[in-house]
């Protein structure tokens, strides 16, 4: 009996094991890791139609049909069609006389220079590397990654301008003077950009949403779901509210959540749904995430009361 009694405590000890725990967490981190850059793999390395650095080739290849007079949104780059607003097309002038290998080089080396500083500068740890947004923004060569570089070199009011979903992390930080200079360079572009072209290539660009955006890792399309994440997002508060609105409830693509890699990694909930390659998965993890930290300060009222018995 006293065997048995010694075995069931044994038991209990090593299921209450740190050290059990941290190895649980990071067989089934790993593993959704694994399996996130297997399917972003298979669709820009191993697949035959040739997809890597996709976004860098169609960006220039739009600016340059702008700046030659044609409409930037019949381009495309193995059938991949550019689908960004206007603004995004300023991002290429500056490497137009280079031709387009070398700017979609450049933007790959500046990818790799963002990453490298983002983890630097914020502290992050190097599994971040292989987080979904960060590997998909890599192998796609999208402008976030040096965007959200940028961000952090008082370059924001670029992020926020070419890429809106970034400006929920400008507001989170109250960074109102980058959100302003956005906002009089957006007034002072409209009319030399192809906004009226933008509008009528409307469901050419609806069109390749769906065709290759696959889909969207946040709440879109489920009312449902968006409300949930809504009401999740006030009761979070100000900063983490904002800081999360766009992997919530506006990320089409995992890349869209780069600007805010600081509070997806503080959390072990947002970097799991944030690597998850399912429908609705980062906004599943907002939701998730914001009825923990709810429950959080519940779970310790009972030691809190213990603590204040214990010493009077």
Avoid at 74 to 90: E, S, Y
Avoid at 91 to 96: K, R
Avoid at 266 to 275: G, K, Q
Avoid at 288 to 304: F, T
């Amino acid at each position: 009996m006293t065997l048995r009694l010694r075995a069931i405590e044994v038991a209990r000890s090593a299921a209450d094991s740190p050290t059990l725990a941290r190895i649980l967490w990071r067989a089934t981190f790993g593993t959704a890791l694994t399996l996130s850059i297997l399917w972003i793999a298979d669709f820009y390395v191993w697949g035959d139609s040739g997809h890597l650095f996709v976004d860098a080739h169609v960006y220039f290849r739009a600016t340059a049909a702008w700046v030659d007079g044609s409409n930037p949104w019949t381009t495309t780059f193995h059938d991949v069609p550019f689908a960004g607003i206007p603004p995004t097309l300023l991002l290429n002038v500056p490497f137009l006389p280079f031709g387009e290998d070398a700017a979609v080089a450049m933007w790959v080396v500046a990818n790799t220079a963002a990453v490298a500083y983002i983890i630097r500068r914020l502290g992050l740890p190097l599994w971040v590397l292989l987080l979904q947004p960060v590997i998909e923004g890599w192998f796609a060569a999208s402008p976030d990654l040096t965007l959200a570089g940028l961000m952090l070199l008082g370059g924001g009011w670029l992020a926020a301008l070419t890429k809106p979903y970034a400006a929920p992390a400008l507001l989170a930080e109250r960074r109102w003077r980058q959100l302003a200079i956005a906002m009089a360079v957006l007034i002072a572009s409209l009319p030399f950009l192809p906004w009226i072209e933008f509008y009528g290539s409307r469901d050419i660009i609806a069109g390749s949403f769906e065709r290759f955006a696959g889909y969207p890792v946040s709440a879109a399309g489920s009312s449902v779901l968006i409300a949930l994440v809504a009401i999740s997002l006030v009761s979070l508060g100000w900063r983490r509210g904002w800081s999360l609105l766009t992997p919530g409830l506006l990320a089409q693509q995992p890349h869209y959540n780069l600007f805010f890699l600081q509070t997806i990694v503080r959390s072990r909930i947002l970097a799991f749904a944030m690597t998850l390659p399912l429908p609705h998965a980062a906004a599943i993890g907002v939701v998730s995430y914001a009825v923990v930290e709810r429950l959080r300060p519940m779970a310790r009222a009972p030691e809190d009361q213990l603590a204040v018995v214990a010493t009077t």
